[in-house]
């Protein structure tokens, strides 16, 4: 531990962070020198912010060099989130070491201290398409399983979330806190939302049809609707 | 900022009155960091003019890193354990997990939300009359009244004094401290009124 930084911050470098391995060489071969493995781990929030600024940087670049275009680039939202994409797949995923004897036995896989690809910009002009939404589909697969048990979404939390929703309907106060929100809490939420829209429709179907029943003296279908 | 608009519900005006009584308002938060569970975490209120700052200082580099930065800075400022800050600088936090930084903001926002109104961003007439109910209550009349006397008589008018009561500089104090200074004076008031 060091003086330069706090007892927390110290904790925190202490942590290790797990990389998980994958087999890809299906998907990565480059130049007749195949990729077999390659390691991810979750970025942290530094890593987040700075593959922000660099894509920031980037499409400013761009557009800066497309001449008639640079306008329509400067406006371009994919440029940007493709950006994001590449610069955050950089920073996560790693170089593993992998055991000569068996290099399909993730178990014996090492992580290294070097990133799986040259730089960013490397990715950009080597990877294609699909190679990248393969890299992307692998690295939620390690957000999800970081963050399980992380958040979970409770019923209190649901209630104070459409509570605030509700209430702010016309504001951008809901845009700002749900956009914190990783796609699979939000869809655990929007379910939430679901269940509860289904059980207030079934209650008042209830309420309707008991308030009917005393409304014609129907004393058969008052007690069958009731739960007592 | 939602967290600071109303005075909490769940929190009956007496200890709401004895929270923001102290001298630098803390809340203890159950919340711990994955990885450093072993440091306790407690909030500490800011003046209104060092939030100010931290949001103006965030207004400069990428836009869409504003909310980032001003997460980072408040919590570098106000989370402390024991008697040092928890955090030396806001890059510090950049080592947690990103969704670690959020709960841990929400944890902290609503933390706030309980020690920390401030006339920027709270309902202060709300927040005035749930401390003077507080004020009533006999366990803290013996404090309102300590707090409500704290004024300079000059001639046909009476100067607020509240940083007496706190052994401060005015300038140390904070909103909740005008707040509360006004929701004590007002009990006082009526009550040696209606003697």
Redesign the interface.
Known sequence: MTDDISPVAAALAARGRKVYPFIVNEFFDLGNKAIFAIGFRAAVKAEDDAAIIEAHRYAHEVARSAGDAAEAARKDVDLLTDAKTIEALWRVCRRVDLDPKDPTDLDKAKETIYPAFATPGWMRKTLTTDQIAVLLNLYIEVKRKESRGRREVTDEHVEKLATVCQAHAGDDIPEAILADYPREILTAVVIQFALKLADARASVEVLLAQSEAIATGDAAAQSVSSPE | M?AFEQPPGDLPPARLFRALLQRRPERTLAYR????E??ALRVRALRAAEIGLLLDAADE??E??R??RVS?ALLARVLW?GD?????SA?????????????LWSEALQALGRICPTYALSDSTAWVRALEAGAREPSNLHDAFVLALCVDHGTGAVTPRPDRYWGCSPAELLDGHWMIWRAARAVYLAATKTQ
């Open positions: 939602l960091i994955p990885s450093a072993d440091f580099g990428v869409e890193l909310g980032s980072t354990t040092a800050p928890t955090f030396r890059d510090e936090l950049g080592g947690m997990d990103g969704d670690d930084v959020g709960q």
